[in-house]
C-alpha cells in the first residue's frame, strides 16, 4: 500500500526558519538544519525547504542550508522560492535536493517547466500553486502570496500538468498559518481535473484538519508547518491520528 | 585496506545525495567518470533520475556503457538505483524503443496504470517492499531487511525482468505489482531510492557495501 506522506514545510529568512500568517508576518521560528534533523529523527517522510524572500544568491543562501541538511537527513528533499532558471535548478539539485517547486516563475515563464521536465525529468519538478479565494473560484497569486495574476488557479493546474510537472503544491493562502483547517474546497477542484500526485498546505491547525483533508480522493501528501514548529503536535502524533482515522501512512 | 566504492558521475540526476549516503555509514566513496577509476573499484553503484533515453545517451557518449560491462565481468559488486537500475535492462518503451545495457534480460515500461485509476503517475510514496519467496533475500543487499519495510519510490516506468529469478522485491501500486529490486548474479538494481529511505535505506547501502570480498 502506498502511504500519504506528511511533509514538514520550512519558510526560510536569511538563517532562519520563520512562519507567518496569509505568508506575512514572519516571526522567527529556529534553525533549519536543527529542524530538519528533528523531524527526521522523529519520521518525517519529505521535507520543503521555501526560500520565503527568494533570496538564493544572498549571504547563507538557502542552498548551503540545503547542502548541510542533506548530510544528515536521508529521506526527499525540495527546495523552492526564487528559482528562475534551469541555471537555478541546476544548483538546486547539485547541492543535493531532489526535487524543486516553481511557481513564480513557472507563470512568468511557463517553457520554464516544459524544458526542466525535460532535461531532469518531470519527477523533480513540482509546480506549486498560491491560491486565493474569489467569489465562487480561485486565482493564482505568486511572490510569496503577494501579487495577484488574474489566472484561475485551477485552471492553471491542469495547465502544469500539461506542462509536465510531476506533482502539484497547492497552498491555500487564505488558510496559510491560520490554523483554521485547509481549503477542501479548493483541493476538491483541482484533484478532479489532474492526475498528478497532490501535496496540500496551508492551514493545518489540528490532527483532525490533516485527517479531513487526506480523506479526500487524490490528495496524496500534506506539508505542515504550525503544527509542528509550535510543538502543537509531533509526527508521531500527526501519523498515529491519521493511522485511526484509516489514512495509510509510514510508520 | 578501506573499499573503493565508486559513484558513476555522468551528468545525470542527484549524486551527491548517494555520496551523503555512503558517507554517513561510513565510506568516502569516489564520483567520477573516469574508465579507469571505474574499473579498479571494489564496488560500483549507477545512480541517476530522469529519461532513459538521456541517461543512455550520455553512457554511450562518454565509452562508460563498454565500461560498466567490463566491471562487472570481473564480478565484483555492482548496484543500478532508479533510472541506474533500468539503464541494466535491454531496453525501454520510455521515447520509442531506447536499447539499455542488456545485463538483464528484459523491458522498462510504464506503469500500466488503469486511466480511471485513483493511483497517480508518478508513483511518488513511501512503499513496501515484498520477498519473491522465502529466502531470497538472504545473502543479499536485502539481508535482514524486515519484509514489508517503507522505501521511497519516485518514477514512472518499472523494470520487466524476463526471468523471474533476477527479480528480488516486488512492490505493489493501483492493484499492479511490479518489481522494485533486481539482483543477478554481482548485479543490483533498486527501483526505490536506498539513500532516500532513511536508515532502513542506509542499510541496504551497508549490506551492499558488504558484499565486497
Same mark, same amino acid.
Given at each position: ?6 511533509? +514538514? ?231 498515529? +491520528? ?10 | ?8 558521475? !555522468? ?11 555512503? !558517507? ?17 573499484? %571494489? ?46 535492462? %535491454? ?58 519495510? %517503507? ?21 505493489? !501500486? ?40
Amino acid at each position: 500500500m502506498i502511504k500519504t506522506r506528511l511533509i +514538514a514545510r520550512l519558510d526560510i529568512k536569511n538563517e532562519f526558519v520563520i512562519k507567518g500568517i496569509h505568508l506575512e508576518g514572519l516571526r522567527k521560528i529556529g534553525d533549519p538544519l536543527m529542524l530538519a534533523k528533528m523531524y527526521y529523527e522523529s519520521g518525517i517522510d519529505e521535507i520543503i525547504f521555501m526560500d520565503s524572500v527568494a533570496s538564493l544568491y544572498g549571504r547563507n543562501n538557502l542552498f548551503n542550508i540545503i547542502e548541510n541538511a542533506c548530510k544528515e537527513v536521508f529521506i526527499p528533499i525540495t527546495i523552492g522560492g526564487g528559482i528562475r532558471s534551469i541555471h537555478d535548478i541546476d544548483a538546486a539539485l547539485k547541492s543535493g535536493a531532489d526535487k524543486i517547486t516553481l511557481n513564480t516563475q513557472a507563470i512568468k515563464k511557463p517553457e520554464l517547466i516544459k524544458e526542466a521536465s525535460r532535461i531532469y525529468g518531470s519527477q523533480c519538478i513540482i509546480g506549486s500553486i498560491e491560491a486565493k479565494r474569489k467569489g465562487k473560484s480561485w486565482e493564482a497569486f505568486i511572490d510569496n502570496g503577494r501579487e495577484q495574476t488574474g489566472i484561475d488557479a485551477i485552471q492553471w493546474a491542469s495547465k502544469l500538468e500539461d506542462l509536465g510537472v510531476g506533482e502539484l503544491c497547492i497552498t491555500s493562502v487564505d488558510r496559510e498559518g491560520t490554523k483554521k483547517g485547509f481549503d477542501i474546497e479548493l483541493v476538491q477542484n483541482i484533484c478532479e481535473i489532474v492526475n498528478v500526485p497532490i501535496i496540500v498546505s496551508g492551514g493545518a491547525g489540528s490532527t483532525k484538519h490533516i485527517s479531513d483533508l487526506c480523506k479526500q480522493k487524490g490528495v496524496s501528501a500534506v506539508a505542515v508547518a504550525s503544527l509542528l514548529h509550535y510543538n502543537l503536535a509531533s509526527v508521531d502524533q500527526i501519523k498515529n +491520528a491519521m493511522k485511526q482515522d484509516g489514512i495509510v501512512v509510514r510508520i | 585496506m578501506s573499499k573503493k566504492i565508486v559513484i558513476i558521475d !555522468y551528468g545525470i540526476g542527484n549524486i551527491k545525495s548517494m555520496y551523503n549516503a555512503f !558517507y554517513n555509514i561510513g565510506f568516502k566513496p569516489e564520483l567520477t567518470s573516469d574508465n579507469r577509476t571505474i574499473l579498479n573499484a %571494489d564496488a560500483v553503484v549507477l545512480p541517476g533520475v530522469g529519461a532513459f533515453s538521456k541517461g543512455m545517451e550520455n553512457l554511450n557518449e562518454s565509452g562508460l556503457h563498454q565500461t560498466i560491462h567490463e566491471f562487472i565481468k570481473k564480478g565484483n559488486p555492482f548496484l543500478g538505483v532508479c533510472l541506474g537500475m533500468q539503464m541494466l535492462l %535491454d531496453d525501454s518503451e520510455e521515447f520509442g524503443l531506447t536499447p539499455g545495457l542488456g545485463l538483464i534480460k528484459g523491458r522498462v515500461i510504464k506503469l500500466p496504470i488503469q486511466p480511471n485509476s485513483i493511483e497517480k503517475l508518478p508513483h511518488v510514496s513511501w512503499n513496501e517492499l515484498r520477498e519473491p519467496r522465502e529466502g531470497r533475500w538472504d545473502g543479499t543487499i536485502l539481508k535482514r531487511v524486515p519484509v514489508n519495510i %517503507d522505501v521511497y519510490f519516485v518514477h514512472t516506468f518499472i523494470a520487466v525482468p524476463k526471468y523471474e529469478e533476477d527479480i528480488l522485491a516486488i512492490s505493489d !501500486y493501483g492493484g499492479i505489482n511490479f518489481c522494485s529490486a533486481i539482483h543477478h548474479e554481482n548485479i543490483y538494481g533498486t527501483q526505490f531510492h536506498p539513500e532516500k529511505s532513511n536508515q532502513r535505506g542506509l542499510s541496504i547501502l551497508q549490506n551492499f557495501v558488504d558484499l565486497i570480498k
